[in-house]
T-cell receptor
Framework: NAGVMQNPRHLVRRRGQEARLRCSPMKGHSHVYWYRQLPEEGLKFMVYLQKENIIDESGMPKERFSAEFPKEGPSILRIQQVVRGDSAAYFC?????????????FGEGSRLTVL | AQTVTQSQPEMSVQEAETVTLSCTYDTSESDYYLFWYKQPPSRQMILVIRQEAYKQQNATENRFSVNFQKAAKSFSLKISDSQLGDAAMYFCAYMKNAGNMLTFGGGTRLMVKP
């Protein structure tokens, strides 16, 4: 049973470009969460999605950031017009139920570097 | 808003000895969960142990145990018989019951000396 798969593992973008991060949840998981980790800090919640629905985006910046989890295919976190402050590790997690009492399964993260 | 604080940026322990990592939190909820996650150099977050706030008994998982003091809002992790593979960042986290968001502390880097 494959774990949560994230790609790319590393992504380099220049200021103003777009970044797309993909997350395939564990088999049988229909709940996906995105977290951001700045250097030397803990993870910060961004958004929670179920298939085709955004349930909670309270941690997502209002501009330039968007997320989706289509009926078919992986969840996508999209960052438009990236800036240096977007450089971070972005983690995806999945679960079988909402929140699942915190027993989330995390991917290995995608590290975004903005030049 | 809930906050989680880890006051030890870095800790060191000799192999085979015991170490305790501290965590305090703030919440107005009465029903919630607390966690310790491990982040090794591979960066994948791994759940180490979970505590349900309504349970008085401290959770244990093999060499890992917690000291949960609900009134003091304290949740420390004890690692017994430390092994080299325990070296990692450790994050304390909180989630309210029926919630969907984990709130993480800033982390403690644990070094294990051979």
């Amino acid at each position: 049973n494959a774990g949560v798969m994230q790609n790319p593992r590393h992504l380099v973008r220049r200021r103003g470009q777009e970044a797309r991060l993909r997350c395939s949840p564990m088999k049988g998981h229909s709940h996906v969460y995105w977290y951001r980790q700045l250097p030397e800090e803990g993870l910060k919640f961004m958004v929670y999605l179920q298939k085709e629905n955004i349930i909670d985006e309270s941690g997502m910046p209002k501009e330039r950031f968007s997320a989706e989890f289509p009926k078919e295919g992986p969840s996508i976190l999209r960052i438009q017009q990236v800036v240096r402050g977007d450089s971070a590790a972005y983690f995806c997690a999945s679960s079988t139920r909402r929140g699942d009492h915190g027993e989330l399964f995390f991917g290995e993260g995608s590290r975004l570097t903005v030049l | 808003a809930q906050t989680v604080t880890q006051s030890q940026p870095e800790m060191s322990v000799q192999e085979a000895e015991t170490v305790t990592l501290s965590c305090t939190y703030d919440t107005s909820e009465s029903d919630y969960y607390l966690f310790w996650y491990k982040q090794p150099p591979s960066r994948q977050m791994i759940l180490v142990i979970r505590q349900e706030a309504y349970k008085q008994q401290n959770a244990t998982e093999n060499r890992f145990s917690v000291n949960f003091q609900k009134a003091a809002k304290s949740f420390s992790l004890k690692i017994s018989d430390s092994q080299l593979g325990d070296a990692a960042m450790y994050f304390c986290a909180y989630m309210k019951n029926a919630g969907n968001m984990l709130t993480f502390g800033g982390g403690t880097r644990l070094m294990v000396k051979p």
